[in-house]
C-alpha cells in the first residue's frame, strides 16, 4: 500500500496532519504490537519512499461454527486494512 493510499484512508483527503510523523507513529504501535521491527521485519515490511507491505504468510484457519462459508477470504476486513 503507498503512502499516499495510506494518507487518504486514514485522515482522508480534509484533514491537515502531519503525515509523516503520524504514519511513522502508527507503524510503530502496529510493529510493537505484533513483536515485530523495522530492522528485521517479520509482518511488515518498509519499501522505502513508497509504502508498506505486509509479508507475513497468511492462511485460512478453521470456519468458526456457524460460517456459511461462501464468504472470500478478508472479505470483513476493509480493503485499506488489508492491503497494509
Not at 16 to 33: K, P
Request: aromatic share 8%; glycine share 10%.
Amino acid at each position: 500500500m503507498t503512502r499516499e493510499e495510506l494518507r487518504d484512508a486514514v485522515w482522508g483527503g480534509d484533514t491537515h496532519v502531519d503525515f509523516d510523523r503520524g504514519l511513522a507513529y502508527c507503524l510503530s504501535q502496529i510493529r510493537a504490537a505484533l513483536g515485530d521491527s523495522a530492522d528485521n521485519p517479520r509482518f511488515v515490511q518498509t519499501l522505502p519512499k513508497r509504502g508498506y507491505k505486509f509479508i507475513a504468510p497468511v492462511s485460512r484457519g478453521d470456519e468458526p461454527s456457524g460460517s456459511r462459508g461462501d464468504e472470500p477470504l478478508g472479505s470483513s476486513v476493509p480493503a485499506a486494512a488489508a492491503n497494509v
